[in-house]
């Protein structure tokens, strides 16, 4: 996309796919886009795990109850954990990686949706966080942040309306009471 601001407008979040694949090179240039995200004090925390092989992420897609669905039937997740040693804003700068990962994709004309881990249970006695770590023999020192499901776009989501912006949200110069 030419237009960074068209490409934000149009961003959804995408959790259904077609099965055609996503190039190689695509792949490569979304992981550069984490690769390169900012981070507090350039520490650099996170970690990228990728997981093509259906059965695998069949098995990731049961992390948790809900929300976890469009792991099942999309071609590529990345994994965004941290190490939490390396960083005291270790979840900012996940967010910030997952971000430029959904991002990246979007201009590449790829789906992607967030599913969230940290904080997350797959059930009343197992976080989604240990569940994932165990699948992807991922080290139990790391935080898993969160997963970025990733497909050719099997649906159709409106981009944002420019005239149903939240601008109630922004205050200028000072925080004004809302009448
Ligand atoms: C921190 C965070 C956690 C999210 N967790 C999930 C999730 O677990 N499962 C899911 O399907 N979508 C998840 N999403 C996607 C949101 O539901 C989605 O961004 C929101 O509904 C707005 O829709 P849009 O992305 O199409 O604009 C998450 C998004 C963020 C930023």
């Known amino acids: 996309m030419e237009n960074f601001h068209e490409l934000l407008m149009q961003r959804r979040s995408i959790r259904k796919y077609t099965e055609d694949e996503i190039p190689a090179e695509d792949v490569k240039l979304i992981l550069e ?9 350039n520490s650099r925390p996170w970690y990228f795990v990728t997981v ?3 059965k695998v992420l069949e098995e990731l897609s049961k992390c948790k109850e809900f929300g ?3 792991i ?6 990345i994994v965004v954990l941290v190490d939490p040693m390396k960083s005291e ?7 910030v990686a997952a971000t430029f990962v959904q991002l990246q994709a979007e ?8 599913v969230q881990i940290r904080g997350r249970m797959r059930d009343d006695e197992e976080s989604s966080d240990d569940y994932v770590k165990a699948l992807l023999s991922i080290p139990p020192e790391m935080q898993v942040e969160c997963i970025i499901s990733l497909g050719q776009k099997g649906e159709e989501r409106k981009p944002f ?5 939240l601008w109630e949200r922004v205050h ?5 009471p809302q009448e």
Not at 89 to 95: Q, V
Not at 172 to 176: A, L, N, S, T
């Open 33 to 41: 886009a984490a690769l390169v995200a900012p981070t507090s004090k």
């Open 52 to 54: 093509e092989d259906k």
């Open 68 to 70: 976890a669905g469009s």
């Open 72 to 77: 099942a039937k999309c071609s590529l997740a």
């Open 89 to 95: 804003a270790w979840i900012e700068d996940a967010a």
């Open 107 to 114: 201009d590449l004309g790829i789906g992607s949706c967030w």
């Open 161 to 165: 309306n420019p005239e149903k912006m």
């Open 172 to 176: 200028i110069g000072e925080w004004r």
